[in-house]
């Protein structure tokens, strides 16, 4: 398989754009003919290898990449595949853990790897609701409300160039 070129899908779900960001950084790390794209824009999964990230919004991974697994259950089964999250919950490790669950547990078949990575809040984003929601989880747990970006391009990156032993 080595010596034959493969076809590699990251397909993300992303609403405020740095799970695009990751999926970019992963994609650039992997060898063989690799497409980064949204879940809305996929049409086939004619691929060698697949990675799947998500963020994860109110607990769970963002509604486009649910619908994305569910619509494409059968065919995502049989693949070879890593999927990762993107989450603020990055500190304590039981909490890192219940979000890739949250995302590992509706992948169908085999997951080669798993990754968690921290994301980013840009609040002037945001719309009322999602202000609502991020203040008062914040506020839950007794953290100074504010943007953030703990984005780790590098971490991303060796990611991408670990799966290579899988592809
Ligand atoms: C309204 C809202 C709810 C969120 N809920 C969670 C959550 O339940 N758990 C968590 O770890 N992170 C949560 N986050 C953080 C996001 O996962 C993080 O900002 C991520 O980088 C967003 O990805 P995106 O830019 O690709 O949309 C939330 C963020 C927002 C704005």
Redesign the pocket.
Known sequence: MRNITPNVLVAYA???????KIARWIGKEIRGNVEVLDVDNIDNLNYDYIILGT?????EP?DSMKGFVNKNSDKLKSKNKAVFV????NEVRS?REK?IEAFANIIPGEINQTAVFA???DKNE?NSN?KA??DS?MNSISKPVGSYSKLNEKRCREFGKALNRFI
């Open positions: 992303s609403k405020h754009g740095s799970t695009e963020p994860i919004y109110e607990h963002l993107v989450s603020s919950d909490k979000n994301g980013e809040i945001l999602e929601s991020v989880y």
